[in-house]
Protein backbone atom coordinates (compact mmCIF):
# COMPACT_ATOMS: atom_id res chain seq x y z
CA UNK A 1 0.00 0.00 0.00
CA UNK A 2 1.26 3.43 -0.93
CA UNK A 3 0.27 6.28 1.26
CA UNK A 4 0.15 9.77 -0.19
CA UNK A 5 1.82 12.49 1.62
CA UNK A 6 -0.44 14.93 3.37
CA UNK A 7 -0.39 18.25 1.87
CA UNK A 8 2.28 20.91 3.30
CA UNK A 9 0.20 23.03 5.83
CA UNK A 10 -1.10 26.51 4.91
CA UNK A 11 0.06 29.49 6.93
CA UNK A 12 -2.94 31.72 7.63
CA UNK A 13 -2.67 35.76 7.81
CA UNK A 14 -6.06 37.53 9.52
CA UNK A 15 -7.11 40.94 8.39
CA UNK A 16 -8.48 43.54 11.22
CA UNK A 17 -11.47 43.43 9.19
CA UNK A 18 -11.38 39.41 8.99
CA UNK A 19 -10.85 39.26 12.64
CA UNK A 20 -13.65 41.77 13.28
CA UNK A 21 -16.02 39.50 11.30
CA UNK A 22 -15.28 36.36 12.20
CA UNK A 23 -16.19 37.68 16.19
CA UNK A 24 -19.34 39.04 15.47
CA UNK A 25 -20.61 35.72 14.97
CA UNK A 26 -22.34 33.15 17.14
CA UNK A 27 -19.39 31.43 18.98
CA UNK A 28 -20.47 28.23 18.21
CA UNK A 29 -21.14 29.41 14.01
CA UNK A 30 -17.88 31.02 14.28
CA UNK A 31 -16.40 27.54 15.31
CA UNK A 32 -17.65 25.93 12.19
CA UNK A 33 -16.35 28.44 10.20
CA UNK A 34 -12.61 27.69 11.85
CA UNK A 35 -13.27 23.85 11.10
CA UNK A 36 -14.10 24.54 7.68
CA UNK A 37 -11.06 26.33 7.12
CA UNK A 38 -9.37 24.13 9.18
CA UNK A 39 -10.06 20.76 7.03
CA UNK A 40 -9.52 22.98 3.57
CA UNK A 41 -6.09 23.70 4.94
CA UNK A 42 -5.13 20.46 5.84
CA UNK A 43 -6.79 18.65 3.00
CA UNK A 44 -7.42 21.26 0.31
CA UNK A 45 -11.21 20.22 0.01
CA UNK A 46 -13.76 22.67 0.21
CA UNK A 47 -15.99 24.19 -1.70
CA UNK A 48 -13.42 26.93 -3.36
CA UNK A 49 -13.84 29.40 -6.23
CA UNK A 50 -11.81 31.65 -7.61
CA UNK A 51 -14.15 35.48 -7.80
CA UNK A 52 -14.69 37.32 -10.98
CA UNK A 53 -13.19 40.25 -11.95
CA UNK A 54 -13.61 43.16 -9.83
CA UNK A 55 -12.28 40.95 -7.13
CA UNK A 56 -9.72 39.24 -7.41
CA UNK A 57 -9.58 36.86 -4.30
CA UNK A 58 -11.12 33.24 -3.59
CA UNK A 59 -14.11 31.99 -1.45
CA UNK A 60 -14.20 29.41 0.75
CA UNK A 61 -17.84 28.39 1.26
CA UNK A 62 -18.48 27.35 5.20
CA UNK A 63 -22.26 27.13 5.68
CA UNK A 64 -24.26 30.04 5.60
CA UNK A 65 -21.13 32.31 5.69
CA UNK A 66 -18.32 32.88 3.03
CA UNK A 67 -14.70 33.47 3.79
CA UNK A 68 -12.93 35.57 1.30
CA UNK A 69 -8.96 34.96 0.78
CA UNK A 70 -5.95 36.02 -1.39
CA UNK A 71 -2.97 34.01 -1.99
CA UNK A 72 0.02 35.31 -0.83
CA UNK A 73 2.88 33.40 -1.96
CA UNK A 74 2.83 29.50 -2.06
CA UNK A 75 1.93 27.85 1.04
CA UNK A 76 0.17 31.77 2.79
CA UNK A 77 -3.21 32.65 2.59
CA UNK A 78 -4.50 36.08 3.38
CA UNK A 79 -8.19 36.15 5.02
CA UNK A 80 -9.82 39.04 4.07
CA UNK A 81 -13.12 38.87 5.14
CA UNK A 82 -16.10 36.49 6.61
CA UNK A 83 -19.65 37.73 5.64
CA UNK A 84 -23.24 35.86 5.62
CA UNK A 85 -23.94 34.85 2.42
CA UNK A 86 -27.11 37.48 2.32
CA UNK A 87 -24.44 39.84 2.62
CA UNK A 88 -21.06 38.79 1.27
CA UNK A 89 -21.18 39.97 -2.68
CA UNK A 90 -22.71 43.40 -1.94
Known amino acids: MSEEAAP ?3 TVIWSPEARTD ?6 E ?3 QILYCLDRYLASRSGDVKKLKPPRSEFRLRCGDYR ?4 LKGENTIRISGVRNRREAYR
Request: hydrophobic share 55%.
Open 67 to 70: LFFE
Open 22 to 27: LRAIQR
Open 8 to 10: ERI
Open 29 to 31: TAM
